[in-house]
């Protein structure tokens, strides 16, 4: 038994595996620090980026995010947080119908994922589809949640995304 134990410890080093760590978020086998941690930093920054008006940086850091998330979704495809963020970044990067494209796919695997929802409402409000944001702004109604507020903000025009 204490064979087995040390060969399963061994085989999970090489592969840089904790067994021992609890999962966090709700899509843990898609958050490792080899990908997809290393893109959500990269978004944050981005983000600051694009706040500080360095929109040239910004567009770096979202690519080099999408690129990460690429590579994560070959390897494991269907992690709606995974298509959440590369929705995200394709359409920061101006690319529409691509992002859209992800968002679809996720919400196809989870129709209440909270970041999907919130950000495929913003696409529709940026591409002048009024009525298909408001029915993204209904799913998030009873989620009590920053996003369904935020959405709310950019659908009324009290808030302004750049895409």
Same mark, same amino acid.
């Given at each position: 038994?204490?064979?087995?134990?040390?060969?399963?410890?061994?085989?999970?080093?090489?592969?840089?595996?904790?067994?021992?760590?609890?999962?966090?978020?709700?899509?843990?086998?898609?958050?490792?620090?080899?990908?997809?941690?290393?893109?959500?930093?990269?978004?944050?920054?981005?983000?600051?980026? /694009?706040?500080? !008006?360095? %929109?040239?940086?910004?567009? *770096?850091?979202?690519?080099? +995010?999408?690129?990460? =998330?690429?590579? #994560?979704?070959?390897?494991?495809?269907?992690?709606?947080?995974?298509?959440?963020?590369?929705?995200?970044?394709?359409?920061?990067?101006?690319?529409?119908?691509?992002?859209?494209?992800?968002?679809?796919?996720?919400?196809?695997?989870?129709?209440?994922?909270?970041?999907?929802? /919130?950000?495929? !409402?913003? %696409?529709?409000?940026?591409? *002048?589809?009024?009525?298909? +944001?408001?029915?993204? =702004?209904?799913? #998030?109604?009873?989620?009590?949640?920053?996003?369904?507020?935020?959405?709310?903000?950019?659908?009324?025009?009290?808030?302004?995304?750049?895409?």
């Amino acid at each position: 038994m204490l064979k087995k134990i040390l060969i399963t410890i061994f085989i999970c080093s090489i592969f840089n595996t904790n067994v021992f760590s609890a999962p966090s978020g709700s899509d843990s086998s898609t958050k490792t620090n080899s990908g997809y941690d290393k893109a959500v930093n990269l978004i944050k920054k981005a983000k600051n980026s /694009e706040k500080k !008006g360095k %929109l040239e940086k910004a567009n *770096k850091q979202y690519e080099k +995010a999408r690129k990460l =998330l690429v590579e #994560l979704n070959n390897k494991i495809p269907n992690k709606p947080d995974t298509l959440n963020y590369l929705g995200f970044t394709t359409r920061k990067l101006g690319d529409f119908e691509g992002g859209e494209k992800y968002y679809l796919e996720g919400l196809a695997i989870d129709p209440k994922h909270i970041g999907i929802n /919130e950000y495929l !409402g913003e %696409l529709y409000v940026v591409t *002048k589809r009024h009525n298909l +944001a408001v029915e993204r =702004l209904q799913v #998030l109604k009873g989620c009590n949640c920053k996003e369904y507020k935020q959405l709310e903000k950019i659908i009324a025009g009290e808030e302004v995304s750049k895409y």
